[in-house]
C-alpha cells in the first residue's frame, strides 16, 4: 500500500479490479477545500488511457509487474509462441491478445513480456525492427517529386510507405511505434 501523496510516474498500481501505470500527475492544492491528485494513467489490461482524480487521503495497493526478455520462436495458426531464455519455459499468446504488434514479429527475435501474478498484459516491442521488402512497385523514371513514395510489402505482411529507391530484397529499418519507414539497414 502507499498513500496517492507519495505518487511517482511510472508507478503501478490496483485500482477498481485493474492494473493502471502511471504517465504522469499533478498535486493541486486549491484555495478551498481538499487538496487532491490529477493523475493521466494507463489500464495495463486493455492499454487505454484515463484521467482519473483522487483524494489526498486515498491509498493505493501496488501492483508488482514483472518483465521477461523473451524470445519470439513461431506463429502455430493465430497463436505466437514465445520462449524465456532463462528457464526455456513457452508461452503462446493469441493474435487478439498481440493486437497490431504481431507484424512486427519476426522469428528468433527478443521482445520484453509483462506479466501481473502469471497474466501476461502485453509485450513492448524494440523501437526500431529490420525487415526484408518481399514486394514493391519498381520506380518509374521521371517521377521524382518532392518525397515521394510507394507502397512496400514486408516479411511479415506489414504494408509501410517507403521512398522510391527501395527495391524488392532489400532490407530496411521500420519504427514499431508509428510502423512508419526510417532507413535502409
Avoid: C, W
Avoid at 493502471?20 to 484555495?31: A, I, M, S
Avoid at 493523475?39 to 492499454?47: C, E, F, M, V
Avoid at 524465456?84 to 498481440?98: C, F, G, R, T, V
Amino acid at each position: 500500500m502507499f498513500n496517492i501523496n507519495d505518487i511517482k510516474n511510472g508507478i503501478t498500481f490496483l485500482y477498481e479490479d485493474n492494473i493502471y501505470q502511471v504517465l504522469d500527475f499533478l498535486h493541486v492544492k486549491p484555495g478551498k477545500g481538499a487538496a487532491f491528485v490529477k493523475a493521466k494513467i494507463k489500464n495495463l489490461r486493455t492499454g487505454s488511457i484515463v484521467e482519473k482524480t483522487f483524494n489526498t487521503s486515498i491509498k493505493l495497493e501496488k501492483a508488482m509487474i514483472e518483465k521477461k526478455t523473451m524470445q519470439y520462436l513461431y506463429a502455430n495458426g493465430d497463436n505466437y509462441v514465445f520462449m524465456n531464455m532463462e528457464d526455456y519455459e513457452q508461452i503462446e499468446l493469441s493474435k487478439d491478445h498481440l493486437g497490431e504488434d504481431y507484424l512486427y514479429l519476426k522469428e528468433n527475435d527478443e521482445v520484453s513480456i509483462t506479466f501481473y501474478k502469471g497474466e501476461v498484459l502485453g509485450i513492448s516491442l524494440p523501437d526500431k525492427v529490420t525487415m526484408t521488402v518481399t514486394k514493391t512497385e519498381p520506380a518509374v523514371k521521371g517521377n521524382t517529386t518532392n518525397n515521394a513514395t510507394k507502397d512496400a510489402t514486408l516479411e511479415t505482411g506489414l504494408t509501410v510507405r517507403v521512398p522510391l529507391f527501395v527495391e524488392e530484397g532489400e532490407k530496411i529499418i521500420i519504427s514499431t511505434s508509428d510502423g512508419k519507414y526510417v532507413s535502409r539497414a
